[in-house]
């Protein structure tokens, strides 16, 4: 039987070999033969069959061209995707080093203000936890053979993968509603002018205690963030989208294309997440309130957000609004 085997195969081999023009012809029954001979003996024309779905790519059995294709994912994006990760992280230690968690520097004065109600931190934390599992299934699909199967093993990183993708692919329309959520909660809020010119030149306060440039509900470092997610967002979710439905992305290309938009935008969009973080959490003292419970302490407010703070009072002084300030419990 395994002889059988061996001359049908030896005759399937040689029948492609002699039907390409001028190929390097090759021994595929040879102890020391190579999957790259092989490939040589092919020359330039791909092997395809028959199929019956509307991604005509799906039929290529072995198509040369994408060897410089797959080079590309082993080698260059592999940097082009861990680098900004690697690099932001580096450099936030290092700032954190030097500055140290910013505080409150006339302290926590035990009122507090209703800085984001519950449909905004609703929006905001759906957003967060896909982007986060997208971030993290999508760097496996990238890297994980290189960074994560020799520590796990191939069961493991097999079924992890497998699962991953499968949410990848669905946490993926979750997260778009969230993005679109956000946009329509947040926009007017973010729309650039001369009082963030004013926080950029100071720096935002970050680098030296006790500068707090004036701010209103967005300071000029969150709108910042707040385009990148809106941008970088809908990039990917239109890349993403013609991944997964591979006949509207049109050639074999273009879906490689696409596959390279999306993985970095994926990483440029996961470092900036990264910084934001961390000034949500350990790099700024009062800063998770805001997203954790909704409110925020009022020396904190009037620290990194004074204009803001001013038409809260404003609104609150003339009727009985309902962002006043009051007493933390």
Do not use: C
């Not at 004065?109 to 984001?116: C, P």
Request: hydrophobic share 50%; aromatic share 10%.
């Amino acid at each position: 039987m395994s002889n059988l085997l061996t001359r049908f195969f030896a005759v399937l081999f040689l029948a492609i070999g002699l039907s390409g023009p001028a190929m390097a012809q090759v021994n595929p029954t040879a102890s020391s033969v190579t999957e790259d001979q092989l490939f040589e003996s092919l020359g330039t024309a791909p092997v395809a069959g028959r199929i019956t779905i509307p991604d005509a790519a799906a039929g290529y059995l072995i198509k040369p061209d994408n060897k410089s294709w797959a080079a590309l994912q082993a080698e260059t994006l592999h940097l082009l995707v861990v680098g900004p990760i690697v690099a932001i992280i580096v450099l936030l230690a290092l700032f954190y080093m030097f500055r140290g968690r910013i505080r409150v520097d006339s302290g926590l004065s035990g009122r507090t203000i209703l800085r984001f109600n519950t449909v905004e931190r609703f929006a905001h934390w759906t957003l967060a936890s896909t982007f986060i599992i997208l971030a993290l299934t999508g760097i496996n699909i990238v890297v994980g053979r290189t960074l994560i199967l020799p520590l796990i093993g191939d069961g493991a990183f097999g079924t992890l993968t497998a699962w991953g993708k499968i949410a990848h692919n669905y946490l993926a329309w979750p997260f778009m509603v969230a993005l679109a959520l956000v946009l329509i909660l947040w926009i007017a809020h973010n729309i650039p002018n001369s009082v963030d010119w004013q926080w950029i030149k100071q720096g935002g306060g970050l680098l030296k205690k006790g500068v707090h440039p004036p701010a209103k509900k967005f300071n000029a470092g969150q709108k910042v963030i707040f385009w990148a997610v809106i941008l970088g967002g809908a990039a990917l979710s239109f890349t993403g989208f013609m991944m997964l439905f591979p006949a509207q992305a049109g050639t074999a290309a273009d879906w490689q294309f696409y596959q390279t938009i999306h993985a970095l935008t994926a990483a440029g969009l996961t470092a900036v997440i990264i910084a934001h973080i961390y000034i949500g959490s350990v790099g700024m003292e009062g800063a998770f309130d805001a997203m954790g419970s909704g409110e925020v302490d009022e020396n904190w407010a009037r620290e990194h957000h004074s204009l803001w703070v001013e038409e809260i009072k404003g609104e609150t002084g003339s009727a009985a609004g309902h962002a006043k300030a009051h007493p933390a419990e």
